[in-house]
């Protein structure tokens, strides 16, 4: 056979899984949106998490992984597709989140991204996962690219949602242009006394609006909300997010533990998995550059970044079938 003749079928095969990946997560958000999944826990070091499973327990391995402000419903309609493709999918809480609780009672509430990625790690462990593929948003994202970075051998593939999103905690950031820094008015507020009372007092307002203004393209019911909205009330999760953006902005010190994790990643290390990078189009904190350099630079094994279309920042809520597509294209 022609190596034009293989190419053409390798796209075309390409195209047909992603067809029906669309049509499976289309058909199935909707049922997937008004299920109640039972929720499992597991205990690790430091964290008794929660977390929802799908699928057989022999396939391989796959965990989602959501960030601030959402929780495991952002990964309602990507579910159906890798299950059906025959894979185990583990989609937990992270601290601060829904039925996740600290063990130690008397534990400092802490969040910087060292810790998070050690949650994932530690969710892998207790659950005897010796491979697997992750996928991440924003906090989740993070926790995924570095797990990636420090324990690469247990990372099949990964499915980048925002790219690269490791920080360097230990030099303060330098002032960006106005627009940057309006975005980013949570994290400010967040920093002040007024903005921990403000979250305490007015998470849910908070953070309705931080989900509409971040995906303008995209209308968010009640209902939607709602079904997330119990996850906000977890008795952590104000310390939590309060001590994870203090830290990334050194007004915070971090747990012992990491210092030599922080330095590390503070050198900006390159992910070394084989990995798809998927921006949203229309994210309300900016929208993504056309140029793919930085992706191609910080991860040495990208297959593809795409740019996708009708997704905010909660880009598997919005575009599931290009989640799963993804993580289906990595694990073929």
């Known amino acids: 056979m022609s190596q034009s003749r293989r190419d053409f079928l390798k796209h075309a095969g390409a195209m047909g899984a992603a067809a029906m990946v669309t049509r499976a997560a289309t058909s199935e958000a909707a049922g997937m949106a008004q299920m109640t999944p039972q929720v499992r826990m597991v205990e690790t070091p430091v964290l008794s998490i929660g977390y929802e499973e799908h699928g057989p327990a022999a396939g391989f391995p796959i965990v989602l992984l959501h960030g601030f402000p959402y929780d495991v419903r952002s990964f309602d309609g990507a579910v159906a597709p890798l299950v059906e493709a025959g894979h185990r999918v583990l989609v937990p809480y992270l601290r601060g989140y829904g039925p996740t609780r600290f063990r130690d009672a008397d ?69 960006g242009p106005a627009v940057s820094e309006a975005r980013l008015w949570y994290q400010w507020y967040f920093n002040t006394d007024r903005g921990r009372a403000g979250l305490e007092a007015n998470r849910h307002d908070i953070i309705r609006y931080l989900w509409d203004t971040w995906s303008p393209g995209f209308q968010y019911t009640d209902a939607q909300y709602d079904r997330s909205a119990p996850s906000f009330d977890n008795p952590d999760f104000v310390d939590v997010v309060i001590h994870s953006y203090r830290h990334r902005h050194v007004n915070a010190p971090g747990e012992a533990r990491f210092l030599d994790v922080e330095r590390e990643l503070a050198e900006q290390p390159p992910i070394p998995v084989p990995a798809i990078v998927l921006h949203g189009a229309d994210s309300g904190l900016g929208s993504p550059s056309s140029d793919p350099t930085g992706d191609q630079r910080r991860f040495t094994r990208l297959v593809a970044r795409r740019i996708v279309e009708g997704a905010g920042h909660d880009l598997p809520a919005h575009r599931p079938d290009a989640v799963a597509a993804a993580l289906l294209e990595l694990l073929a």
């Open 107 to 175: 534990a400092p509430r802490m969040a910087e991204q060292a810790a998070i990625a050690q949650d994932v790690v530690d969710f892998a462990d207790a659950l005897g996962l010796g491979q697997m593929a992750l996928a991440g948003f924003d906090w989740g994202n993070r926790g995924a690219c570095i797990t990636a970075i420090r324990h690469p051998e247990r990372v099949r593939a990964q499915v980048a949602c925002g790219g690269y999103s490791v920080q360097d905690t230990l030099t303060p950031g330098r002032p």
